[in-house]
């Protein structure tokens, strides 16, 4: 019986291509072993490969795909199941496995042999004869070889391997000590006076907390739902000024968990350890050697392109600050305005100005009436259904799963959704893959794609409500599902969002934000969860009017962001010293805009760019709302649910993935370069 058990790894199930991730059966004992006889399968096949083969032949790229495939076949259920089911066992194996993985990653990376073999096909007579996509994988795998170092001295070679395990290390280590830091916390309300101003799904919601950890009344924890229900409607400022200082110390030297989980001195050696890498490499800094792998081209490039925005947009900013002050002390509120009261008091003003609140909205955008808009677009616009099926297990009784099929009934890909906030659960929303488009003895394995959210969960007999915000992030996470599963690539080094530039992956997913303010998923989908009624059109026309409204506070904080992380990785220099928050600050009190606190240590909990791969690439969001407000701009003057425009998206930008640059992709889509004035426009400033 033993042996049985310990030869059947549900992570090595590599056969049959149409295979799913056995959820049910994985197990933190599974991961090692899998791994480590992958990754050995991985080695000996190189060496074998490299030792009999003498002539350039396309075959290392073939096999490649296969040890690969099966190794990302392995991890992916692995990575995502840390990232929504924590637990102890499995964050010990993740993080040995997270060793192994990267130290395979830097002897591949490094692997000479592997490196000559690639170069040799690219300057055989072969290339010529190979396919667009086929020439593409070489010269990126050359690309990197060279960024990652093939050519440096041994020494300079080990340097550069022992730089890149801390920094995966430390990146790992600040998501975890985010994490801890945002369960740490809780406060305990018995007082239903505590709660005023807040609605009643919030209370419902803050209840459910409390039941959660076996208490009456309510709960508030550091959740974006919990966390947003205060900030934006707790009449009483003490308890908003006690929320927001627990959730922007997180992980830091402040607040109530001071010095438990400190991300500050992460932050440090991460830039001293990419500062250090870069130069290894002969550039001058991490923003260069970023740069290298996006669409644009040069520090300066961003730099003006930003300086720009915030030029045309902190005069406007600035105004919409002053009247959201003037609105907030004609009605009593005490000043100044202090960065706990801005949520608060930004939804006054806006009822005020607009009568539209989230919770007016939120009974129109039940969860699973926005799922069906999301099928009605796939099937207009590209022809794609969506089919529930219910018998795929998953890790949650909650998540779900979804087949693509494409007109002939062919199940092509799938989507595995996991949409409400619980706990173990990472914050935020996101997408990631689960398997990726390729030929796998003789059959083709489905792409399948995880969509993964953090709505409130549905609470009693009342489903799940969406804010409008929410609908924008659902469809904004499809859009990244829709680029990975509408592939028709068949190598996975070139397919579905791998190896898209980063400053262009955002593309698809901001280009279908836009479908939110559009009929009819504000006609036909957005209806009353109780009456199934449509919305008045006044509230429509109110919502619509809300698009637009103080936005350009929003793209400030963007830019706030984008120039930080930018800044931070441009002026970095071991020779002088430099405090991250402390250049957040100037940078924030340059644009003169709102008043933030000393003590705020946003940077700490900026995962983006500690915790994931955005550093010096935080840009790269305003970058690609560019080309998606221009990409938009096509279906505005030719109808936003023109199937032609939509097979045109599917077949130019989603379909292609990164078998050629983004940028000409872009153009054969828009049939031009991309232009900046759709984005200004889109944020009122023109
Ligand atoms: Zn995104």
Not at 349 to 366: I, N, T, V
Not at 476 to 497: A, K, S
Not at 619 to 640: H, I, K, N, P
């Amino acid at each position: 019986m033993q042996a049985v058990e310990v030869m059947r790894n549900p992570l090595c199930d590599t056969g049959r291509a149409s295979r799913l991730p056995d959820f049910a059966a994985i197990r933190p004992k599974h991961v090692l072993p899998a791994l480590e006889q992958l990754l050995e399968a991985y080695r000996r096949g190189v060496e074998e490969q490299i030792a009999t083969s003498s002539e350039p032949d396309w075959s290392i790229v073939e096999r490649e795909v296969d040890w690969a495939d099966a190794l990302a076949r392995a991890w992916s259920p692995v990575s995502h199941l840390k990232a929504v089911a924590d637990n102890a066992a499995l964050r010990k194996v993740y993080n040995q496995g997270l060793e192994l993985l990267t130290r395979h990653e830097n002897w591949r990376q490094h692997h000479k042999g592997i490196y000559r073999a690639y170069r040799a096909l690219r300057d055989s007579a072969g290339f010529a004869g190979l396919s667009g996509a086929q020439q593409r994988i070489i010269e990126l795998e050359l690309r990197d070889f060279h960024l990652e170092g093939v050519d440096l001295s041994d020494d300079d070679q080990k340097t550069y391997r022992e730089l890149v395990m801390r920094l995966s290390e430390l990146g790992s280590k600040f998501a975890e000590n985010l994490l801890d830091a945002t369960h740490a916390w809780t406060e305990h309300l018995v007082d239903e006076e505590s709660l005023r101003g807040l609605p009643k799904a919030d209370r419902k919601l803050l209840a459910a907390i409390a039941k959660s950890h076996g208490k009456d009344g309510w709960m508030i924890d550091l959740g974006e739902p919990a966390y947003k229900a205060i900030m934006t409607h707790a009449d009483d400022r003490a308890l908003r000024r006690e929320v927001y200082t627990a959730y922007v110390t997180r992980a830091s030297d402040q607040g109530p968990t001071a010095g438990q989980w400190d991300n500050g001195p992460l932050i440090l050696e991460m830039l001293d350890l990419r500062y250090r890498l870069a130069h290894l490499l002969g550039f001058d800094n991490w923003v260069e050697y970023s740069l290298s792998r996006r669409m644009v081209e040069s520090p300066h490039e961003v730099l003006s392109f930003l300086q720009e925005l915030v030029e045309k947009a902190t005069p406007a900013a600035r105004k919409q600050f002053a009247d959201l002050e003037d609105f907030a002390r004609a009605h009593g509120a005490e000043m100044p305005l202090e960065a706990w009261d801005i949520a608060y008091w930004s939804e006054r003003f806006r009822q005020a100005e607009l009568q539209l609140s989230d919770e007016e909205l939120k009974p129109y955008f039940p969860l699973d009436n926005m799922l069906d808009a999301l099928r009605h677009l796939s099937s207009c616009l590209f022809g794609v259904h969506l089919v529930y099926d219910d018998t795929v297990a998953a890790w949650h009784p909650d998540v779900r799963f979804f087949w693509l099929e494409d007109t002939d009934g062919s199940r092509f890909a799938g989507i595995f959704m996991d949409l409400f906030s619980r706990k173990g659960k990472r914050g935020g929303a996101w997408m990631d893959v689960c398997l990726s488009r390729r030929k796998l003895n003789g059959e083709m394995q489905p792409p399948v794609a995880y969509l993964t959210c953090n709505f409130a969960p549905p609470a009693g007999k009342q489903p799940s409500l969406l804010t409008h915000h929410d609908v924008q992030t659902l469809f904004h996470e499809y859009g990244h599902c829709l680029h990975h599963l509408l592939t028709e690539i068949d190598w996975p080094q070139v397919n579905g969002i791998s190896n898209v530039e980063w400053d262009a992956v955002e593309l698809p997913s901001q280009l279908l934000e836009n479908w939110c303010w559009e009929d009819p998923v504000l006609s036909t989908y957005a209806r009353h969860y109780k009456t199934g009624k449509q919305m008045p059109g006044d509230l429509k026309s109110r919502l619509l009017r809300s698009h637009r409204f103080q936005k350009a506070l929003t793209l400030i904080r963007q830019l706030e962001y984008a120039l930080c992380d930018l800044r931070l990785h441009l002026e970095y220099d071991p020779a002088k010293p430099l405090d991250p928050t402390a250049l957040l600050h100037r940078i924030r009190s340059e644009l003169e805009v709102v008043h933030v606190p000393e003590w705020n240590r946003f940077l700490n909990s900026f995962s983006h760019i500690f915790g994931g791969g955005y550093s010096a690439g935080y840009y790269s969001y305003l970058w690609a709302e560019e080309l998606a407000a221009d990409a938009w701009g096509r279906f505005r003057q030719e109808g936003v649910l023109s199937p032609e425009v939509g097979q045109a998206l599917r077949k130019e930008i989603l379909a292609v993935g990164s078998s050629r640059p983004a940028i000409d992709s872009f153009k054969a889509f828009r049939g031009r370069s991309p232009e900046a004035e759709p984005l200004l426009e889109s944020y009122g400033l023109r």
